[in-house]
């Protein structure tokens, strides 16, 4: 069946620096799109989302870029912080019936490095 | 705190028993979701209700059932467990039906012995 997965199960950086986790989705039918923050212990966080007819969106030090022609989502996080740490993941939406189906990708575990 | 409270927190039980979680999403949320999140699967949508209606589904057993009340609270019932339903279920609300930003509770972790 379609998935959605990650390429970097773990991405360890130095505090400052900016971090890039990556994204591949594959069902092309997908309409949205959303990163979330989950730190041990929590539920999933939701950072940023995006549309299909966007390919980039701004927040506050994060950013999503969409490529739809290589069906790849990237989430950039300025000048990381110890804070940030913690497992990243992207999720693809399927509109049905009003509401949206969600597929996760597997996780990236962001470590922050003082 | 993202206002979304979830009981119990941890709870133990054995094969063949059935379980009942509870989900309280944030004042004045419509729309409930479940997930299930072990480490071999990872994160998965389970089902959707919107103001006491189930409006998605995902990938729920037959076991697993669902149902959302008039105040608004939701309750997944686990039955007839199994050891590989141990995971961590996740509730999540959002104020409407389409609305993309959930906010998700702690989670209640499931061990099936």
């Known amino acids: 069946g379609e998935s959605v997965g990650l390429h970097l199960p773990t991405l360890s950086v130095q505090e400052g620096d900016n971090s890039i986790i990556n994204c591949a989705y594959s069902?092309?039918?997908?309409?949205?799109f959303i990163w979330y923050k989950q730190e041990s212990g929590k539920g999933p966080q939701f950072i940023i989302d995006i549309r299909s007819n966007m390919d980039k969106r701004q927040g506050q030090r994060v950013t999503v870029l969409l490529n739809k022609t290589v069906k790849h989502l990237s989430l950039q996080i300025a000048a990381t912080q110890p804070g940030d740490s913690a497992v990243y993941f992207c999720?693809?939406?399927?509109?049905?019936?009003?509401?949206?189906?969600?597929?996760f990708g597997r996780g990236t575990s962001l470590i922050v490095h003082p | 705190d993202s206002g979304v409270t979830q009981t119990p927190k941890h709870l133990i039980t054995a094969t063949g028993q059935r379980v009942t979680l509870r989900c309280s999403p944030r004042s004045g949320d419509l729309s409930v979701y479940w997930y299930q999140q072990s480490l071999d699967q990872g994160l998965q949508f389970l089902i959707q209700?919107?103001?006491?209606?189930?409006?998605a589904k995902g990938n729920i057993l037959e076991r697993f059932s669902a149902q959302q009340f008039p105040d608004l609270h939701s309750e997944l019932n686990l039955s007839s467990l199994e050891l590989g339903d141990s995971a961590l279920y996740f509730c999540?609300?959002?104020?409407?039906?389409?609305?993309?930003?959930?906010?998700f509770g702690p989670g209640t972790r499931l061990t099936v012995t």
């Open positions: 999540a609300s959002s104020p409407r039906l389409g609305n993309y930003e959930q906010y």
């Open positions: 999720a693809e939406n399927r509109a049905s019936g009003g509401s949206y189906i969600p597929t």
């Open positions: 069902n092309s039918a997908s309409d949205y």
């Open positions: 209700y919107y103001n006491g209606e189930e409006r």
